[in-house]
């Protein structure tokens, strides 16, 4: 009987799981070598030896079972239940589990910081994921998704991000623990000053050379994925923005054009832009720290992993034809449709609670004075928000923090709080009621 997948990705297969097993054998004599020299670590080389060596063993099987065109292929039923988990045939539990997921694993990884960032739990989790994107390249839709032109940085992205979100948390917990027992942070250990000449710019020169080689090298081997000319009588589906702004197109399916892409945006460059002079704590400048800073990195790892890094890998694999939800291992059917009952808050508000249909408005109070009613309850919900949540913060939880900013700074802090926290909020109410605008005037294109 032919195996079902093609010699070509075998080979590729095999030779992932051989470099992946390659790099468990450089962990496991890396695991001994440390081990003999570090004190706290003595006993326990030879286990974690062990355990590695057997681990990379576990991937030279695997690398020689597709080098040999006999790999194993990943289930019909692990695919099935993946689609099913997810909820894909019941409407729009597919991102809502996704974003849930996400926000319940950024928790946990800085409560449980401490237990993450312990390099065999790191290589651990690592290691799993690299075994199982192994097992899911070898489903055809998977493929189609992982392999475009496009998507390839994606997983370089994914990466990158979670080894320097480690390392940054390692330093962070090793200094924390430092300082609690009262011996300086390692930054103050390593404070050795080098000339810009030669050392920076040569450091900068290696750098510059081996990433233009690594450039050249993926241009030859990735073609750049051109199309045809633009033209509205062929429209791509999905039609999607560049990666970077995937983000931001996802933003779309919550808040109207002039909201996601206008608003918001404006709200990131100038927070960013805000940070250094909203600051109002001075210790762990310099060094890395969570203990120290515990709100300022927690609100920074929140907007850019959850509410950036996260909704672009859901822009990029997630949404497919009529930027619907699909499944990791799910066919993009562009015949699928998800039939909506999107509504307003006025609708809620006066329809359903009050019973007043809402064309009654322009004809008893005009078309000028009619919409603004007709929206006043998302209009007072909104100021309410924008305007009285900051008092009342300023007077309850976050009073420390109004004594120690004063006002300007601690407007402009929770201001663009608040427009940080708009997304999460407007995607639940999304979720929960299909609420569409919590102020909808289309008379003059005003929508929120």
């Known amino acids: ?92 539990m597919g991102p809502i589990l996704y974003v ?68 940054a948390l390692y330093r962070a917990v090793q200094n924390d623990e430092r300082i609690a027992r009262g011996e300086p942070v390692l930054e103050k250990l390593e404070d050795e000053k080098v000339l810009v000449w030669p050392d920076l710019v040569y450091t900068e020169l290696i750098a510059m050379i081996i990433a233009t080689f690594i450039l050249i090298i993926w241009a030859v081997l990735l073609k750049a994925p051109l199309e045809q000319p633009a033209t509205s009588a062929k429209a791509p589906n999905p039609s999607k923005a560049p990666w970077y702004f995937l983000g931001l197109q996802e933003m779309l399916v919550y808040y109207d054009p002039w909201m996601a892409g206008v608003v918001l945006p404006t709200m990131i460059i100038i927070g960013l832009i805000a940070i250094p002079y909203i600051d109002f704590n001075r210790q762990g400048n310099g060094y890395f720290s969570f203990a120290e800073r515990k709100f300022a990195v927690s609100i920074f790892m929140f907007g850019f992993v959850v509410l950036w890094v996260t909704l672009i890998v859901l822009g990029t694999f997630l949404r497919g034809p009529n930027w619907n939800f699909f499944g990791p291992f799910e066919y993009w059917d562009p015949h699928k449709v998800l039939p909506l009952n999107n509504v307003n ?63 300007v700074r601690f407007i402009l802090l929770v201001t663009l709080m608040q427009f940080m926290a708009a ?15 919590i102020v909808a005037i289309p008379e003059i294109f005003f929508n929120i």
């Open 100 to 167: 849930t997921l996400s926000i319940v694993g950024f928790v946990l990884l800085l409560y449980f910081r401490r237990f993450f960032v312990r390099p065999n739990i790191a290589w651990t989790i690592l290691q799993l994921s690299l075994l199982a994107a192994g097992w899911a390249m070898t489903d055809d839709e998977f493929q189609k998704i992982i392999l475009k032109p496009d998507n390839v940085p994606i997983p370089m992205l994914i990466y990158s991000v979670g080894f320097f979100t480690w390392a």
């Open 345 to 407: 808050l006025s609708q809620l508000f006066w329809l359903n609670l009050c019973h007043m249909p809402l064309e009654d408005f322009k004809v008893r109070f005009g078309d000028f004075f009619g919409p603004i009613i007709r929206e006043l309850p998302g209009i007072l919900l909104v100021f309410l928000y924008l305007f009285a949540l900051p008092p009342l913060l300023a007077r309850t939880v976050m009073r420390s923090f109004f004594l120690r900013m004063g006002f």
């Open 1 to 92: 009987m032919e195996h079902p997948l093609e010699k070509g990705l075998q080979n590729a297969l095999g030779v992932y799981y051989l470099l992946v097993a390659v790099l468990n054998l450089g962990f496991a004599v890396w695991w001994y070598y440390a081990g003999r020299r570090s004190h706290a670590q003595r006993g326990n080389e030879k286990i974690f030896t062990v355990l590695w060596a057997i681990v990379s063993g576990v991937f030279l099987v695997h690398a020689f079972l597709y080098l040999s065109h006999s790999g194993p292929v990943l289930s019909r039923g692990v695919r099935d239940f993946t689609t099913w988990f997810m909820g894909l045939y019941g409407g729009q």
């Open 423 to 437: 997304l999460p909020i407007k995607m639940v109410l999304r979720w929960a009621i299909n609420l569409k605008y």
